[in-house]
Each structure stands twice: as C-alpha cells, then as structure tokens.
C-alpha cells in the first residue's frame, strides 16, 4: 500500500501551550485512518494543519508524494468539520454547485455529480430548499455530498455519524468503505469507540498534543489484552471446578465462566484441567478489550498504559 499522507515532526503552539507536540504518522492510500483523543488532545488543531487553514511552527507535511501546498492541494482535500459550514439562507442546490466548483470542478461536472450524489442519498426533492429548512441529519447528509462531490484523494470526516439515524448512519458508513475501496484515503475522528472499531484499520490516539498510541485496530486490542476467557460447557459448573490456581474467576453462570488466566499457565493447562474433571467444552473464547477500554485507560494514565508506552 503506497503512502498518501505523511506527517514529520508536526508541531504548533499557541500563547506558549502546545497544541500538537512533535506528531508523526503515515496513512495508506484506501485506508480508513481513525484519530482518537479527548477533547482538548489537540486532534482539530492537527486536521486544521492537514488542511492549510493553520500553518505548522515546526515539521512538515506530505501529500500524494510532494511537500503539501494549501492553495495546489486543495482540490485534493475533502474536510467535513465538526462544526458544520454550510450556508442556511442559500439554496441547496446553489449550494452544492458553488462548493463543487471552488473544489475545481466545472459547473458541468458538479451538476453530473450533484444529481448522482442526490438520487443515491434521496436528497432530490431538496433542490430548491434552504439549509435552514432542514434537520440535522438532512444536513449531515448534505455536508457529506459536499464534502466528497469533487472526489478527493484525502477525505477528512469529523463527527459524520453526528444526528443521524440507523438508516442513514448506515447509508454514509457504505459510502466510507466504497470511497475506501475505490482508492480514497479516510480520516475519520469521533469520540464513538464502537464506530472506530467497525469502520478503521489503523488509529493513533492523542492526548495533551502528544501521539499515545498508534497502530492497527486489531494489533492495538491485542497489545492490550489481559488474558480474559469466557468458557462454557456442556454440564453445569460446580464450585469445585472454579477453585483452582491457574485462574482467578470473574464471573460464573449456571454452564459458562469468564476468567482471567494467571501468567504463569497457558491456555493448554486450563483446557487439561477442565477436561480432567470431566467436563465437555462447548467454547473457549479470548475477551479482548473495547477500544473504549483502551482509550479510558491510556487517557487516565494506569500503570499499564504508563508501561505500555514506554
């Protein structure tokens, strides 16, 4: 997968706070990029420089192989804020045509696109409508079409998720792998743990403008798995099946426990135990940890986020 967007050494302060303290990462051309941290970690400062409306005091930023130039590679750029920009008295469909063509498009191909885009979102009867006229997920729905109408190499979605419903939330989350898959590069911010883990290959987490974590979605819940099992059997547990040195127990129904294994023993030494007092596995399952866990816990600064980072 080749690079699309690298990031060295990135830093701004502002009144002497650091709001990005020496950043780095790289992001894969069709990859979904999730950029997670609290608020205040510094994460819309970082997209701000991504996009040229900050410049960065120190570090430099790559784009499709060339040093970024905001007023070249703006057309390259698709940013969807967290604070909406649309504008509530223009027509919709005015609207949509104005923002396609200061991306580059002419009017012919932003009117080609824009009827695409509104069929596919059922967006037709719009046209002549007001954004003030609409809810907020109409908006969300509209700032999106806005926001990827010119096609873009880099698209940046603050928040997309933000006001809709089931239905519509599942409507744009099939266009993010789409984009993807037909070579976009997605960067994707939310504080909604359970969409990263759905929608993201690769995170970083940031926290006090500083990069804490970085890596794939699934070798990042490895890193921090805890040796936590959920076992069920055929048979009733009895209590002497769940004293026993080589794990300590988290919970226990009627045929099923959740554990956590000791250290010192491997997964072989619990199944042989069990198998010894003569019951019937029907599972053996590993429980890692949400990413929500892992953020909570890298953010409040445990022992073993502490650990694992240094």
């Known amino acids: ?74 057309s390259l750029i698709g940013y969807m804020p967290e604070e909406r920009g649309l504008y509530k008295k223009m027509k919709i469909g005015d609207q949509i045509l104005y923002l396609a063509q200061l991306k580059g498009l002419s009017k012919k191909e932003a009117l080609e696109q824009a009827k695409l885009w509104f069929v596919k979102f059922n967006m037709e009867s719009w046209w002549n409508k007001k954004v003030e006229d609409l809810s907020k997920g109409m908006s969300q729905k509209l700032q999106f079409v806005a926001t990827v109408i010119h096609k873009p190499k880099l698209i940046i979605l603050d928040e997309p998720f933000s006001g809709l419903d089931p239905v519509n939330a599942n409507l744009i989350k099939d266009e993010i792998f789409r984009l993807a898959k037909e070579g976009a590069t997605i960067i994707f911010s939310t504080h909604r743990m359970e969409q990263v883990e759905e929608i993201c290959d690769h995170i970083i987490l940031v926290n006090k403008g500083q990069k804490i974590l970085d890596g794939t979605v699934s070798q990042v819940k490895q890193d921090f798995k805890e040796h936590i099992f959920e076992v069920s059997f055929d048979q009733a547990i009895l209590a002497e099946h769940t004293a026993i040195h080589l794990f300590d127990l988290i919970k226990a129904n009627e045929k099923s426990i959740l554990i956590k294994r000791n250290e010192d023993f491997s997964n072989n030494d619990i199944l042989q135990f069990f198998m010894h007092k003569g019951l019937n596995i029907r599972s053996f399952n590993e429980v890692l940890p949400s990413l929500n866990d892992i953020f909570i816990k890298l953010v409040e600064g445990s022992p073993e986020a502490r650990q694992f980072n240094n």
């Open 1 to 74: 997968m080749s690079t699309l967007l690298e990031i060295n050494n990135l830093k701004k302060h502002f009144s002497g706070q650091k709001a990005v303290d020496d950043i780095s990462f790289s992001i894969g051309q069709g990859s979904i990029f999730g950029l997670l941290g609290p608020n205040g970690a510094g994460k819309t400062t970082l997209l701000r420089m991504i996009t040229g409306i900050f410049f960065p005091d120190e570090g430099n930023i790559t784009l499709d192989g060339q040093k970024f130039e905001p007023l070249r590679d703006n």
